[in-house]
C-alpha cells in the first residue's frame, strides 16, 4: 500500500511539473531568463477592497472577539438573527470603499457605534454574540446590502431616517 501511494504520489509530481514547467521553457537561452520573463508577464495587482477583506481566514481572534463584544452592547435583548445581522453591518463596511478596512477601525470610527462612546464595548461578550459573528463570517453575503442599523425608537441622528430601511429584526431597522 506504501509502494503505491509512493508511486501515486510521484507519477502526480512529475506530471505537475509539466504544467508548471512546460518543456517550451528550457528551450531559452537559460532556464532563469525565461523564468524571469514568465514572472514578469504575469504581474498582478492586489485590490484589497475588491479581495474579500473579511474572509474568514483573515481576521484574527482579537477581531472576532471584538465583533462579538459589539454585537453583544448592541444587540442585546434582540433576536439571534439581529445579532447576525449586526455582524453583517460591520463586515461589509469593512469591504465598502466608503468606511475604514478592518474591524478594529470600522468599529472605533468616531461617532459611528455607541457603545464605543459609552464604554459597554469593553463587556464581555455573551455565547449567542460569538456565535452570530461566527454564523455572519460564514454566511457572508447573506445581509450583504447592509450598512446601518438602528433603534427607530431611542436613535437621535436624524440622518439615520434619511437611510433607506430594507429589514426590521426585533427593534433594530437595518439600513442602506
Known amino acids: 500500500m506504501n509502494k503505491l501511494f509512493l508511486f501515486a504520489v510521484t507519477i502526480s509530481l512529475i506530471i505537475g511539473s509539466y504544467s508548471v514547467f512546460p518543456t517550451h521553457h528550457f528551450k531559452a537561452a537559460t532556464v532563469d531568463q525565461k523564468a524571469a520573463e514568465t514572472l ?48 453583517d453591518v460591520v463586515l461589509n463596511r469593512v469591504e465598502h470603499k466608503q468606511f475604514p478596512d478592518t474591524i478594529k477601525d470600522v468599529i472605533y470610527q468616531k461617532n459611528a457605534f455607541e457603545p464605543v462612546q459609552n464604554g459597554s464595548i469593553n463587556e464581555p461578550a455573551s455565547d449567542e454574540a460569538v456565535k452570530a459573528v461566527e454564523e455572519a463570517l460564514v454566511d457572508q453575503g447573506k445581509n450583504e446590502e447592509l450598512l446601518y442599523f438602528y433603534n427607530p425608537e431611542t436613535a437621535t441622528s436624524d440622518w439615520i431616517f434619511s437611510r433607506e430601511v430594507v429589514k426590521k429584526i426585533g427593534n433594530h431597522s437595518f439600513a442602506i
Not at 50 to 55: A, I, L, P
Open 40 to 87: 514578469t508577464h504575469k504581474k498582478v495587482e492586489v485590490d484589497t477592497k475588491v479581495s474579500s477583506s473579511t474572509d474568514n481566514r483573515f481576521i484574527n481572534e482579537e477581531e472576532k472577539k471584538l465583533l462579538a463584544r459589539l454585537v453583544q452592547a448592541e444587540a442585546e435583548g434582540e433576536p439571534y438573527e439581529g445579532k447576525v445581522a449586526v455582524a
